[in-house]
């Protein structure tokens, strides 16, 4: 009897409907996941640039900091916005609500995305939106 409860599971799982639902990865993409994104986003990057600010104000910053900056981003800009070394920038004047639809058009537009995670979709979209000068 209890042989017969496990095949009796085992058939119930391969014959499910949700096991065999097509999962496309930008699924449950909305407004609240973008402007978590972007919140996200400008708040790490605001404090790495002030981490780097504090470096230059208060001691000078390890040779393997200064390696690692100068081959991974290169010269530093001596004002920039929060997510400049993310690869986008943000336009002041623009709500937010303007650039997350947006960034849904972007997404929803572009046939790569479709093969991407969403924070991967969400990311390029920024960087083809909004790249910084």
Known sequence: MKNLAHIFTIIACLFSPALFAENTNNDGLDNAYIAGFLAGAQLTDNVIVKQFDSYTDNEEPSDF?????????????????????????????????????????????????????????????????????
């Open 65 to 133: 900091f200064k390696r690692a900056f100068k081959t991974r981003v290169g010269k530093r800009q001596p004002s920039v916005p929060a997510t400049y070394y993310a690869g986008f920038c943000l336009p002041q004047n623009t709500s937010e609500e303007v650039i997350i639809d947006a960034i849904l058009t972007e997404v929803e537009n572009a046939s790569s995305s479709q093969d991407l995670e969403k924070a991967s979709a969400v990311y390029l979209a920024l960087r083809n939106l909004y790249p910084c000068q």
